[in-house]
């Protein structure tokens, strides 16, 4: 027998202990969060219990489970991606991520904290006819946190298919269907406490991988970051262009310009209007604990995101634009195909080592929060919709929580299924968009009925559905969805969704520019047209606000 008949066998049975392995771990980690989610399912007896934890998170724990919930699989995976093929616009991510949590801080987190009990529409609804309100927030929270759990499950789809060396789509779908299952089963049985839980566990886990694998590829440059910078470019087939901003975004024409301007808009402003982030200041007894949990949470992920730059440029660097492309074309699996190389590469038990536990931590960071953002939408599909729009405010918490598991079902099954179409795009990107519809719909009227006395339920509904409409609909016009050559988009968008052929009405791939003002327009112009007066519940909202007197 040659030397090449000899070793083909044995590197066959090699990558099958390597698959074997990998399979191991992810078997533990899911084991483990099931673990936590039925021990949390015991602890569950009210209503305030499965919709945040019975209040009783530290600010440290509530700070861990809000960066579990924002250091999802588009700060991991995606931007790590972005950074690795487009170099330096991978800053726009990972920036404006950060400065968002400025503006929750300052402006929300600890007067939601004194004016709500479960939801973003308890804060509308206060002082405004309940029914009309809770049902706009309602919808525009669903709607927000499906795109959102687009991103999530299109990330786990090329992870697992990357770990396991499975090509074809169906691995990638077969994927995204495990991960809503168990999504919905977090919800479902385990609530806030046990979701809360698994967000810490993740988000020490995501830090640690981080941390080893920043430390490892700065290791091999000496911890000279403009070598690694250099290499980067080198390989990257893009010379000085890598390191420059345009590559992606602003460098063609105006409307790419405005594209930039629009992102940025909606990675800054979206935080605040997130349901997924908005519901986690309601696990804390008092806002006190809200505003310290934040610090911690700005702490945690603006040292995180500083990693990420490593990451991606490391990746660029140690594997190659090209490489990457190949596995996932829209660089989800650079940081996965990082951790391979720097183990040692494909086929050494190192690289398969690492790889699998940087994957299993990434699928982590995926299950923990797709389980937030469903807890979220279900929460206030039964808290707002269900209880105080159908039922009028008649429904027992009972009655409430059953409905809750019911709709995490529901839209479970939606994202699985929407996730399957976009399973080609990047999911930076796709975050992108829940960011913008965001910032679009819930932070307008959000802040206008903490600000503004003369608001009223007229602006807060038109508020948010002129941002929602307004921003889904630029998307649905948008290369986004129909991918056709034009003069402002030359290359077209191969990843379009419903035609690569078509030209797209509006070249904008981000809505915000246009949303986010449209949001804030019709939210006032709805205010001033309507006589509505609430000046003795606004009063009532702001002392209670400010100090906390009557907050739940």
């Known amino acids: 027998m040659s030397p090449q008949q000899y070793a083909a066998p044995v590197l066959a049975a090699s990558d099958n202990e390597h698959r074997t392995f990998s399979l191991i771990l992810f078997a533990v980690f899911v084991a483990l969060t ?8 015991r602890q569950n007896k009210t209503a ?12 440290l724990q509530n700070g861990l489970a809000i960066s579990g919930d924002y250091m999802s699989a588009a700060s991991f995976l995606g931007i790590a991606g972005l950074f690795a093929l487009s170099g330096y616009d991978g800053f726009l991510y990972s920036i404006g991520f950060l400065v968002a949590w400025l503006v929750a801080l300052l402006l929300v987190a600890e007067l939601l904290r004194n004016s709500g009990r479960f939801t973003m529409a308890d804060v509308l609804a206060f002082r405004m006819r309940q029914r009309p309100v809770r049902a706009a927030a309602g919808i525009s929270t669903i709607v ?21 060396d499975v090509s074809g789509e169906a691995a990638k779908i077969w994927t995204i269907v495990v991960v809503g299952a168990l999504m919905i089963f977090y919800v479902t049985v385990g609530g806030m406490r046990g979701t809360t839980w698994v967000q810490v566990v993740k988000a020490v886990m995501l830090m640690s991988g981080a941390i080893v694998m920043t430390v490892w590829v700065l290791s091999k440059y000496s911890f000279n970051l403009s070598d690694l910078l250099g290499d980067a470019a080198d390989k990257s087939g893009k ?12 460098a063609t024409d105006v409307w790419s310009k405005l594209d930039l301007l629009s992102l940025g808009l909606a990675l800054v402003l979206g935080t605040a209007g997130l349901p997924h982030i908005l519901i986690r200041f309601y696990t804390v007894p008092n806002s006190r604990a809200a505003r310290t949990s934040v610090n911690w949470a700005i702490g945690i992920i603006g040292v995180f995101y500083l990693m990420t730059l490593v990451i991606g440029f490391g990746a660029a660097a140690l594997v190659g634009g090209k490489a990457i492309a190949a596995q996932d074309k829209g660089g989800n699996t650079a940081a996965p195909q990082l951790a391979q190389e720097l183990g040692g590469g494909s086929g050494s038990t190192g690289g398969a080592v690492f790889l699998a536990i940087i994957a299993a931590v990434a699928f982590a960071t995926i299950l923990a929060v797709v389980a937030g953002l469903t807890l979220a939408s279900s929460s206030s599909f039964a808290h707002d919709l269900f209880a105080n729009v159908f039922k009028r405010g008649k429904a027992s918490e009972r009655d409430e929580v059953v409905m809750a598991r019911y709709s995490a079902i529901v839209i479970g099954a939606i994202a699985i299924v929407l996730s399957i179409f976009a399973r080609g795009l990047n999911v930076a990107f796709l975050v992108a968009l829940a960011f913008a519809i965001a910032a679009s719909a819930n932070l307008p009227t959000l802040l206008f009925s903490l600000f503004w006395k003369r608001f009223n339920t007229v602006g807060a509904v038109a508020g948010i559905y002129g941002g929602l409409v307004t921003a889904v609909g630029i998307v649905l016009l948008s290369p986004i969805c129909w991918g056709g050559k034009s003069d402002t988009i030359p290359k077209g968008n191969v990843d379009a969704l419903f035609s690569e052929t078509t030209v797209a009405p509006i070249p904008l791939q981000n809505p915000g520019l246009i949303s986010i003002p449209v949001g804030f ?32």
């Open 144 to 164: 927000v946190s499906i795109f959102y759990l687009l991103a999530q499950m299109v990330g786990a789809g090329a992870l697992v298919g990357l770990l396991l």
């Open 239 to 250: 010379g000085d262009a890598f390191l420059k901003p345009g590559l992606k975004y602003g």
């Open 34 to 41: 099931l673990w936590i989610t039925l021990w949390a399912s």
């Open 521 to 552: 327009l019709c939210a006032y112009l709805g205010t001033v047209l309507s006589k509505e007066r609430t000046d003795e519940k606004y009063a009532e909202l702001e002392v209670r606000a400010l100090t906390g007197t009557g907050a739940h």
């Open 48 to 59: 305030a219990d499965f919709y945040a934890g019975g209040r009783g998170f530290s600010p």
